[in-house]
């Protein structure tokens, strides 16, 4: 087979079109998307609270989850050290030195979130009051909404043979009955509030303005990965509490530019198959039906 | 109509081929145990590594080792290389295989597999932001896409079936088989253009918890041409294997064509990835020597070293230095790709995979049953090319 590398190289190109072309578009600013007024979500303000973990039973109880005794095995003690199918909301203790800090986990609820960004059919997505909500229905249990939260909160239930995707739905059962989120409403020192984003940020930079000696001056979420509904509020850096560093963008906009880039309007691979079959249909046309036999042996 | 393919007929159950369905057999365990008792029981998988060895090796590697019908089908068609062109066939049957085991691992892999019919089906419910639902899409049509293509083998098989039914069925279909073929191969190389890029695309996802040397836009492109190295160094793989243990004529004159195109795509594969990492200014990372820097280096010596093998047209004609090259650049390609979706992800320390032992054999059993398919289709259908002239077998044996 004699190998003429212009014509390999005039191939390669075309095929790679498509995904050349998405690259351009990379630098366009992504759309950013404006929380509905409704949208609710909590403020946790870190200097308020006392690690006293009421909020953490409260959440089991309210979700019917399984007790986490993994810390103390044997023991009737529920004691979750991390988010896990047994645990939608844990409180943690940063301590440096004499500096201690308390930090309570559970989902984001992002402005413009990855895992529903990743999930295929929806079973993740954000459904009434801007609430990222499961749908069990529409799982296929693939498990990229994991690898894409870079907060790590979606879990899975690994023990289970038919097993379901488990994270904070902001007690949205409770919310329709007219109740707080538990967590919201164990607390007593009302260190984590429930209410609409606007206000919870408006909270949030009241309080910063009328003790700026007492925290980091930043709400953590007010724009971070895009702006979370959980806001927080902190005497030590945020990363500590094992929030990260995301910048202002929306997690999942890069992916999104990207792939929207190379599939606008579906045209390049619309494009891309007339090409190919265009090139298929002059070639056999040129070779003719003898082609097949005038293969070298 | 023919082509110049046949069956290499012979006996099936050899040794190699009984030891190898035992490994079959041990993945059918793996499979049960599974089902039963879920993902947590059988695999080392965790919140932090909710991806392990079975969606970074099987699908994510495994299916850009198959990119041989891709890769091969490009050159043929497109080129204009002849229909019945003797590599096309074999390349053909590994791709369909090694997709279908592919599809085969995501459905273990995922925790409901039952709902797995509401992707193709319930189109209300597509999410047209997920990445994910646009390649799982697309390889259940290309893997379908893949079995039509060799379909004209079984078909040729079929008209000198003795059963007349099957033999009236297959020269009924033969022509509509030609006729459609052309759209049918198109589609056969738009598909894997898409999704071997959105593989690529999908990590972009997880772009804050992968590591910077990993971390680019340009994902999807490295991910194209990495597939299209890979399915190039896997055919020549598996034409160097099969002309040995099934005698065949050795098809080094074309395999050495391909390559000279091959040192090409990988001086651009290497050089853009050193060039990109230069200009977004993360090259001294690799001073760390930390387990990125040295992952990193693996991969870029696995593809610089085979580039240095198959530069010189004496070893590419060398079907020896062929075959080392080609293994390299598997391996290579394959690195870049597992690292990508295992090693540049990073969820925090505290979490740690290593594949367990039931998923080391899934996936043994996965190859071991690549294998198996392979042998049996190509000794039952015309698939590779037949023996050679009589002069040309006696210089093979000497």
Known sequence: ?297 | MTSQAQPVGGPLLTRPFKFLLALVGAMGLVVAWRAAAGLGATTALSDGYPWGLWIAFDVVTGTALACGGYAVALLVYILNKGRYHPLVRPALLTSALGYSMAGFSVLIDVGRPWLAWKLPIQVWNWNLNSILLEVALCIMAYTIVLWIELSPAFLEAGRQSARPRLRGFAERATPVMERLLLWIVALGMLLPTMHQSSLGTMMLLSGPRLHPFWNTPWLPLLFLVSCLAMGYAAVIFESTLSSHFFRRPRETRMLAALSGVMVWVLAAFGGFRLGELALRGELARLARLDRYALFFLAEIALVALPLLMLASRARRNDPRSLFQAALLLMLGGGLYRFDTYLVAFNPGDHWSYFPAVPELLFTLGIVAFEIVAYIFVVKKFPILRGQPPAPARAAAAA
């Not at chain 1, 004691?79 to 896990?84: D, G, I, W």
């Not at chain 1, 198959?273 to 082609?291: H, T």
Request: aromatic share 6%.
């Open chain 1, 1 to 297: 087979m004699a190998l003429d590398r212009r014509s390999l190289l005039r191939g390669l190109v075309t095929a790679g079109t498509a995904a050349a072309s998405g690259q351009a578009v990379v630098s366009e600013a992504a759309v950013r998307v404006a929380p509905a007024p409704d949208t609710v979500g909590m403020l946790y303000d870190s200097t308020l609270c006392i690690g006293c973990k009421a909020c953490v039973e409260a959440c089991r109880e309210a979700n019917g989850l399984e007790a986490d005794t993994a810390y103390f095995p044997g023991e009737l003690y529920q004691a979750p050290v991390a988010l896990s199918a047994r645990a939608k909301n844990v409180i943690k203790l940063y301590r440096e030195g004499e500096k201690t800090a308390f930090m309570k986990a559970q989902c984001m609820h992002c402005v413009d979130p990855a895992c529903t960004s990743a999930c295929m059919l929806g079973a993740l997505k954000k459904r009434e009051k801007g609430i990222v909500s499961y749908d069990a229905s529409l799982c296929i249990g693939c498990r990229y909404c994991q690898m894409a939260c870079p907060f790590g909160v979606p879990t899975f239930e690994w023990s289970k043979a038919a097993p379901k995707i488990v994270k904070c739905e902001l007690c949205r059962h409770r919310l329709v009955e007219g109740r707080l989120p538990a967590c919201v409403e164990v607390c007593p020192r009302q260190a984590v509030i429930y209410g609409t984003r606007a206000l919870l940020l408006a909270e949030a930079k009241r309080r910063l303005a009328a003790h700026p000696d007492r925290y980091v001056p930043k709400v953590y979420g007010e724009h971070d990965g895009g702006g979370t509904q959980v806001l927080y509020l902190a005497a030590v850096p945020f990363e500590k509490l094992g929030l990260p560093e995301l910048g202002t963008e929306p997690v999942p906009s890069t992916a999104r530019t990207v792939q929207h880039g190379i599939y606008k309007g579906f045209v390049a691979p619309v494009a891309l198959y007339a090409a190919l079959g265009a090139v298929l249909f002059r070639n056999r046309r040129r070779a003719g039906p003898e082609a097949e036999e005038e293969e070298p042996s």
